[in-house]
């Protein structure tokens, strides 16, 4: 059986601290919200300008989609035609 090295290495550094605490989820957690960054802290910057809205983008994608059925309707109707015209 293949064993990846990066899941074992996850697995060995889980198991490490399930140990640490006592295998105890409460404080592991307690202990995890110590790392959660504070109200306001920045953990990646982004300019305004890559910022897409999320209304922006569905809108994109409907058109995107309309797009393809209207092609997919022509490309049909083309072959129709051409079927038609194969078998005169």
Known sequence: MYSDPIVEEIRRIRDEREKKFGYDLHLMCEDFRKYQPSPGHEL?????????????????????????????????????????HTKK
């Open 44 to 84: 990646v910057s982004i300019k305004t300008d890559e910022v897409f809205s999320l209304s922006g983008l569905a809108a994109s994608r409907d058109e995107d989609l309309r797009n393809v059925s209207r092609q997919d309707a022509e490309n049909a109707e083309g072959r129709e035609r051409t079927d038609e």
